[in-house]
């Protein structure tokens, strides 16, 4: 039964880590290269657009390392959290079992 909820708590871990560290690192890896792209602008307008064009390449170009970087992230801290006893029903009993 133990071993059926440490699984059951990485799978729903996991799946949410996963969705969180995608948007992550799209979110800053964008951010950053619009960033990069528009310092040079004088016009915030065009800045804003170029910041616009190099984010979406860069989510574009790089969606496959974000994804396997994701995933094994993911997967890494979802088995430490529920194999490690960290929360409460993923732990051992230290109580002898009730006869």
Do not use: E, H
């Amino acid at each position: 039964m133990l071993l059926f909820k440490r699984l059951l708590t990485a799978f729903i871990l996991f799946v949410l880590l996963f969705a969180t560290l995608y948007l992550g690192f799209c979110i800053v890896g964008g951010a950053v290269a619009g960033g990069v792209a528009s310092v040079g602008q004088t016009d915030p307008a065009q800045a804003a657009a170029l910041g616009r064009q190099a984010g979406a390449k860069f989510v574009q170009d790089n969606l496959a390392m974000i994804s396997l970087t994701s995933l094994g992230v993911a997967a890494l801290i979802s088995g430490v959290i529920s194999f490690s006893g960290i929360l409460p029903w993923c732990k051992k009993s230290t109580l002898p079992p009730y006869l």
